[in-house]
């Protein structure tokens, strides 16, 4: 779904009813490591942030792929 999103990023963000949360991830490779950065929280704020090291293309994929399908499912939407 999301291949092509290596040294991209993908915001989504979440402002039903009383909602106004955001989380962005990007892909990169760093050496032999593909890298997911997530940044999330409420809008406006900080935040948190999490790396994470895959050595495989297809497993950070995955990973992005299955946290995006359950973000949209949760009333998120993409905006960019």
């Known amino acids: 779904y999301y291949c092509h999103m290596m040294n991209q990023t993908q915001t989504l963000v979440n402002v039903n009813g009383t909602h106004r949360k ?6 990169s490779k760093r050496r032999s490591h593909n890298v997911v950065n997530v940044h999330w929280g409420r809008i406006g704020t900080k935040g948190g942030r999490q790396t994470k090291k895959f050595a495989h293309h297809c497993d ?3 990973f992005v792929d299955a946290k995006i ?3 949209l ?3 998120y939407e993409a905006i960019n």
Do not use: L
């Open 60 to 62: 950070a994929m995955d």
């Open 69 to 71: 399908s359950q973000k």
């Open 22 to 27: 955001f989380w962005k991830v990007t892909i």
């Open 73 to 75: 499912r949760n009333g």
